[in-house]
C-alpha cells in the first residue's frame, strides 16, 4: 500500500463516513474548531443543490457525479454503476488551503480542486433514480461544508460514451484558493499538514494509487507524491 504516512493522526480524526457525513457531524465540527468558517446552512445547502436542476430544482432521472480526489476512493454515496472518465476543460489541482480537515491554522494544508484548462482523468459515479435526493443530500454535505467548491455540470467521457456529470470545481473568488503555487511548496504543505481528517499526505497517497488501479495514473501527482517522501524521510 502506498498510504505509508507515520502516525501523527491527531486523536480526535474523525473519519470521513457516510454517517459522519448525514449526520452533520462533520460540519458541526469545522465550526466548533474553527471560527473563521462559516458552514453552509441546511437552507444554503439545498438551494445549493436545487439550483443545478432548473426550473424546478428536482433531478428528472439518474445523475452522474465526476470524482477526481477522495470521491475515487472514498465516495461515502450509493452508486449503481462506475467508469473511469475524462473531462476536458479543467484539471486537477492542490489548489484549496485548508485549516481543518488535512491541516492547521498552525501548518495549513492542501486539498484538490478542478481549475481552469487541461483536462482531468478520474471516475463518474451513476446515482440511481430512487436514491437521487438522499445521495446527492450526502454529497452537498461533504462537498459543500463551506463555498470553496462550485458544483458545474461536466461532459464526462467514459469507454461507454459521454455522461453528463456534476463536478466539483474550485470557486477562484473563495479566500482559500491558492492559485497556482510552485511544486516544492505544494509538497513541503503536503508532507508536514495534519487535520482531523489525518494527514495530508495520505490524501495524496491514496489519490494517487486509486488512479493507479483504474489505470489512469496522473504523471504529476505520482512525481508529487515522490517528492513528499522524501521530504518525511528527511525530517
Known amino acids: 500500500m502506498m498510504n505509508d504516512c507515520p502516525p501523527e493522526i491527531p486523536d480526535n480524526v474523525i473519519p470521513l463516513t457516510r454517517e459522519n457525513i ?10 466548533k474548531h474553527d471560527q473563521h468558517f462559516t458552514p453552509m446552512s441546511d437552507e444554503d445547502l439545498a438551494a445549493s443543490r436545487a439550483a443545478m436542476f432548473p ?7 439518474a ?6 480526489g477522495s470521491l475515487i476512493w472514498n465516495p461515502a454515496f450509493e452508486f449503481d454503476q462506475k467508469r473511469s472518465a475524462t473531462v476536458y476543460g479543467v484539471h486537477r489541482r ?7 480537515g488535512r491541516g492547521s491554522r498552525e501548518r495549513p494544508g492542501l486539498m484538490l480542486a ?32 463551506t463555498s470553496s467548491y462550485k ?19 474550485i470557486n477562484r473568488k473563495h479566500e ?55 521530504i518525511r524521510a528527511q525530517a
Open 94 to 100: 492542490f489548489c484549496l488551503q485548508t485549516f481543518l
Open 55 to 61: 426550473p424546478d430544482g428536482k433531478p428528472d432521472g
Open 114 to 145: 478542478l481549475d481552469r484548462g487541461g483536462c482531468c482523468r478520474g471516475v463518474v459515479f451513476r446515482i440511481a433514480p430512487e436514491h437521487v435526493e438522499s445521495e446527492l443530500d450526502v454529497i452537498w454535505r461533504r462537498e459543500m461544508v
Open 151 to 169: 458544483p458545474t455540470w461536466m461532459t464526462a467521457m467514459t469507454p461507454q460514451g459521454p455522461v453528463k456529470a456534476i463536478g466539483f470545481a
Open 176 to 230: 482559500r484558493y491558492t492559485g497556482v503555487l510552485p511544486e516544492e511548496t505544494v509538497a513541503e504543505t503536503i508532507a508536514h499538514a495534519s487535520g482531523f481528517l489525518g494527514p495530508c499526505c495520505e490524501y495524496l497517497f491514496n489519490t494517487v494509487e486509486h488512479l493507479d488501479e483504474i489505470g489512469m495514473p496522473d504523471a504529476g501527482l505520482t512525481r508529487l507524491a515522490k517528492r513528499v517522501r522524501e
Open 22 to 31: 448525514r449526520s452533520g457531524k462533520i460540519r458541526e465540527w469545522v465550526a
Open 63 to 68: 445523475v452522474w457525479v465526476f470524482g477526481y
